[in-house]
Structure formats: structure tokens, C-alpha cells
């Protein structure tokens, strides 16, 4: 009995190699995103690893719109790995791509503060970054001047409560933030309110150092906020939402706050007065 043997047709190497590629770059981009968020290593080389990654994940997809062109030249198989290839390659590059495409309109700074004048002062945490950390002292005027027209709605929360109460309410923003809280001091009399905390970015897990200074004014209170990158010389405007978004909630929680009531004065007990007698009518 004669035996049919079909012949497969080849796979195109070009495929194979773009989808083996683009599955070494996603590989090392989730290696580089642990390696952040643990600290195994410092940032730099973490960085080198994720830019490596991204480096690979453009080299998946020439391969893949390659191997595209040979399949259809010589009917190889294939199309498979190079349709692999391309949507891990789209799906890594889509964030990074949309973060260059934002930072043309973006100022080249690292440091956002309400109050540009008077910042307030990294203590705790000028104690706790690294030596090749950015600097803890504020840019500058030039900084300001940047922020003034990249983001105009930053400014000074005023409100009308208490100090101990704008302190308490950012207090609760920030723990339900899950940031990690270096230190904190209540406000007290000719002292102002302070808290230090590190938060995160959302995807690579970089830390970025927060302050945020509670004072008197009058009978209400200022807040002033500032957050920082520890690593490099532009953020993508991450400090300035961060900010921003942090100011309206703690705005939106001291108006949650019930007003403290106010206590009404006791009328002091004393012997009842005596009746006074009647007097004689006139007749």
C-alpha cells in the first residue's frame, strides 16, 4: 500500500526569530520592572535593562514586517509568529511612545511645588536618598518660571479650617494613598505641620520623595506640597499630577470634616432671688 506524504512548507526564519525576540524583550521588561520595584539594583542599571528591552522590542517588529515580505514572496508559514511578534513589540513600546510624544509640550523639570518661593524642605528624606540622587534643594527661578507655564492651576491650598484639622484630613489622603511616611509632625503653636512620604510611579515602581507643609494663617490654614524625582532630569509630568490630584483630595477631605461644635456658655447657678414683698395699694 502506497504511503501520501504531504510536504509542509518551510517556516520562515524571519518569523521565528521575531516572535523569539519580541518574547526576550517582554521577558526583560517585567525582569526590569522587579528589579525597580524590589530594589535588587540601583536605577541606573534597572533603567539600562528596561531601555535594552525596549531596544529589542523595535528590532521583534522589523523582523516580523520582514518576514511578512518573504512569506509573501516565497509562501512560507509563519504569519503566526510574526503576528506574535508585532503585538507583544506594539503592546511594549505604546506607553513609552505616548510618554515621548507628550514631552514636547512638557518642561524639562523634576521638582513641582506650590510655592516656588518658600518650597518646602526635604529633612527626613534629604537623610535617606541615595548619594546620586537628584539635589534635595529647590531648582530655582528658573524651575518656577517653567512650572508657572506649564501648569498654572498649582498653587497654595488655603482653607478655612484649623491647622490641627487641614493636618489631620492630608494625613488621612496620604495613608489611604498607601505612600510609605518617612516622618510626620502635627502642628503646634508658632510650628508648622509636616509630612514625608515616598510614593510611586504606577508602571516601573521609580520613587518620588513628597513633602507637604501645613501652616497657620489667620484663623485657617495654608498647604503646600512638593514632589520630587529622585532620578533624572525630566519626569514626564508625573510631580505635577501627583500635585495636583493630591491638593484636590485633601481639598475634598477637609470638606468632608464635620465642623467641631461650639461650645455654649453654662449660666452659673446661684441661690434663687427673693421675691420681694407686696406692696400696700393706695386707696
Known amino acids: 500500500m502506497l504511503r501520501r506524504y504531504i510536504a509542509e512548507e518551510p517556516t520562515s526564519r524571519l518569523a521565528i526569530w521575531a516572535r523569539r525576540t519580541a518574547v526576550f524583550s517582554l521577558i526583560a521588561t517585567i525582569l526590569a520592572i522587579v528589579i525597580v520595584r524590589w530594589g535588587v539594583l ?11 528591552a525596549l531596544v529589542f522590542s523595535i528590532i521583534a517588529l522589523l523582523l516580523a514586517f520582514a518576514a511578512f515580505v518573504v512569506i509573501w514572496r516565497d509562501g512560507l508559514m509563519g504569519i503566526g509568529y510574526s503576528l506574535t511578534a508585532i503585538g507583544i513589540g506594539l503592546a511594549l513600546l505604546a506607553y513609552p511612545s505616548y510618554l515621548a510624544v507628550a514631552s514636547y509640550r512638557l518642561p524639562w523639570i523634576y521638582d513641582i511645588t506650590t510655592d516656588p518661593i518658600d518650597p518646602p524642605r526635604f529633612e527626613a528624606l534629604a537623610r535617606v536618598r541615595p548619594r546620586d540622587a537628584n539635589p534635595v534643594i529647590y531648582a530655582g527661578l528658573s524651575s518656577a518660571e517653567q512650572q508657572r507655564n506649564a501648569y498654572p492651576e498649582i ?5 478655612e479650617a484649623t491647622p490641627q484639622a487641614s493636618y489631620d484630613a492630608t494625613l488621612a489622603v496620604v495613608t489611604k494613598r498607601k505612600w510609605n511616611i518617612v516622618a510626620r509632625r502635627p502642628p503646634e503653636r508658632g510650628r508648622e505641620g509636616r509630612i ?15 513633602v507637604i507643609r501645613v501652616r497657620a494663617d489667620g484663623q485657617g490654614s495654608r498647604i503646600d506640597v512638593r514632589s520630587s524625582s529622585r532620578y533624572g532630569s525630566f519626569d514626564f509630568g508625573s510631580n505635577a ?6 491638593v ?3 481639598d475634598d477631605a477637609i470638606g468632608r470634616q464635620k465642623p467641631e461644635p461650639v461650645a455654649t456658655p453654662k449660666k452659673a447657678k446661684g441661690p434663687p432671688a427673693k421675691a420681694s414683698p407686696p406692696q400696700p395699694r393706695n386707696r
Open 241 to 246: 499630577a501627583r500635585v495636583r490630584t493630591l
Open 155 to 159: 498653587e497654595t491650598l488655603e482653607q
Open 196 to 210: 514625608e512620604a515616598v510614593a510611586r510611579t504606577a508602571i516601573m515602581g521609580l520613587r518620588e520623595d513628597v
Open 42 to 52: 540601583e536605577f541606573k542599571p534597572a533603567l539600562a535593562t528596561f531601555g535594552g
Open 248 to 250: 484636590d483630595d485633601i
